[in-house]
């Protein structure tokens, strides 16, 4: 019985996580500057991961670029192919990680690097792929702008927010 009330509430919050990366991308473009750069559709992932089990956080990562794809035509295609496999990255590396770290704010700090660090490694194998199969170019420069330069907001801001967010929730729990 205990399993059963474990799997239905992380099915629970990885679809409110779910819905949550559907849904945050429209607040943060009301900043065009900046907006997708912070990478919203990352932070409910990364939650996702440190309140659910692996496996639901990496099919929330995996399946959050294609259905905004079905509902808002965004991310683009082929390159929304890229990103679910670099989301499901996140939420499984993030999961496993902090399962394995003490669970502390460190373990937090660790587990989330190593997760963004994972996730751009696997979003740049991915693009390098979509690119030879699409016939168009990827580039040591276009991987570290578009995994590094470009996304340094979205990095600071999960840094910040995610171990706030994880402390917070586990703190409740209690």
Same mark, same amino acid.
Request: charged share 10%; net charge positive.
């Given at each position: ?11 629970? !919050?990885?679809?409110?996580?779910? *819905? ?19 990478? @919203? ?16 956080? +990496? ?10 794809? +079905?509902?808002?035509?965004? @991310? @683009? ?25 003490? $669970? $502390? ?8 690097? &190593?997760?963004?660090? *994972? ?9 390098? #792929? !979509? *690119? ?6 990827? &580039? ?21 927010? #995610? @171990?706030?967010?994880?402390? +917070?929730? $586990?703190?409740?729990?209690?």
């Amino acid at each position: 019985m205990n399993n059963f009330r474990t799997v239905i509430r992380d099915m629970t !919050i990885a679809s409110l996580c779910l *819905a949550v990366a559907l849904v945050l991308p429209f607040f943060t473009g009301q900043i065009p500057a900046i907006g997708a750069m912070l990478c @919203p559709m990352h932070i409910p992932v990364l939650i996702c991961a440190y309140v659910c089990s692996w496996q639901w956080a +990496a099919l929330v990562g995996f399946m959050a670029p294609f259905i905004r794809f +079905a509902l808002f035509s965004m @991310p @683009p295609m082929p390159f929304g192919i890229a990103m679910a496999f670099e989301m499901a990255t996140y939420g499984a590396v993030a999961a496993l990680m902090y399962r394995l770290l003490p $669970k $502390k704010k460190a373990g937090i700090y660790i587990s989330l690097i &190593t997760a963004m660090i *994972a996730g751009r490694v696997v979003w740049g194998a991915a693009r390098m #792929i !979509i *690119a030879g199969v699409t016939q168009s170019e990827f &580039t040591w420069s276009l991987f570290i702008g578009g995994a590094l330069l470009e996304a340094i907001p979205g990095i600071i801001l999960q840094l910040i927010l #995610i @171990p706030v967010i994880v402390m +917070a929730v $586990k703190r409740e729990r209690v």
